[in-house]
């Protein structure tokens, strides 16, 4: 009989497909295609990667590349459903417009209206992602980290554009070199449920000494110290809350602890554009009692 791969192997394979299929979402996804980037006969491929994610190949496929369009739609108002079908893989904008009906209960020019990522999230519930996350989160004693921030208010497409304004600060100021800072950002709220114009988001960057006068509106901010449950997300922060909800929907039910009052917290890993989003690492702090 041929040998088995090893747990360690298995899990290598079925990571590079998922990698593969996040940067092939315009290609050829097939079952066969897959198949052979897993190494895996079709005949097995199949059944295994269903029982590794917790869902079948093609609604996989289609998860993702639903979600790509979705965020495409929201950020670029030139984008139109004809694009996101085609780009999308879709034999036409009916079958895409059906597809997205069904995944999120409207049509994509009304989600782009009024897009609500809390649907996305729930839509979005892949086991694997879920029992990956729970896998390795950690609960750490995280002391206060003194920061010079620039808040963001308004949608939180926008915040890109506020991001910009605080490197334009770093860069003049000396403060806070990204090199040697860290650097973080506060939600003030969900975006999926909070109206646009409501939206707070905090940019920051770690520094050592007070903030000098400055024309941009940075400020300092402590970030509290406490306990804290810590998890990873890999890839872009367009999609951070696949990785926020199973913290709140799986894993602190069962864990017998309880929120602080206090807002979450990002912790940016990779430098942009040095690192393209889809690669980058944040970790995610939620505040425990």
């Known amino acids: ?48 990667f269903t029982a590794y994610t917790g869902v079948p190949v093609s609604r996989y496929v289609q998860l993702m590349r639903l979600r790509q369009a979705a965020h495409r739609l929201i950020a670029n108002a030139d984008y139109s459903v004809l694009d996101a079908a085609l780009d999308t893989g ?51 004693e995280c002391p206060e980290i003194k920061v010079a921030t620039l808040e963001h208010r308004g949608p939180a497409g926008l915040v890109n554009e506020s991001v910009r304004q605080f490197i334009e600060w770093r860069m003049r100021s000396g403060q ?31 520094i050592d000494e007070d903030v000098a006068p400055n024309e941009f509106g940075v400020q300092p901010l402590v970030i509290p110290g406490g306990r804290y449950v810590v998890v990873r997300h890999g890839g872009s922060p367009d999609h951070i809350g696949e990785t926020i909800y199973p913290i709140y929907r799986d894993w602190l039910p069962a864990s017998g602890e309880e929120l602080r009052d206090q807002p979450l917290f990002f912790h940016y890993l990779s430098v942009y554009p040095e690192t393209p989003q889809d690669q980058w690492q944040t970790d995610v702090y939620v505040p425990l009692q």
């Open 1 to 48: 009989m041929p040998e088995q791969p090893s747990d360690f192997a298995y899990t290598k394979r079925f990571d590079a497909v998922l990698a593969y299929i996040d940067t092939h979402l315009e290609g050829d996804l097939s079952v066969k295609a897959l198949s052979d980037v897993a190494n895996f006969s079709v005949f097995h491929f199949h059944r295994q």
């Open 90 to 140: 879709f034999q036409s904008p009916e079958a895409f417009c059906r597809a997205f009906g069904r995944a999120f209960g409207m049509a994509p020019s009304v989600f782009r209206k009024n897009p609500n990522w809390q649907v996305w999230n729930t839509v979005f519930a892949i086991p694997h992602f879920s029992r990956n996350i729970l896998m390795h989160v950690r609960i750490v």
């Open 176 to 206: 806070s070199p990204v090199a040697t800072s860290r650097t973080f950002g506060i939600p003030y709220g969900n975006p999926d449920t909070t109206p646009p114009h409501a939206f707070r988001f905090a940019i920051c960057g770690e």
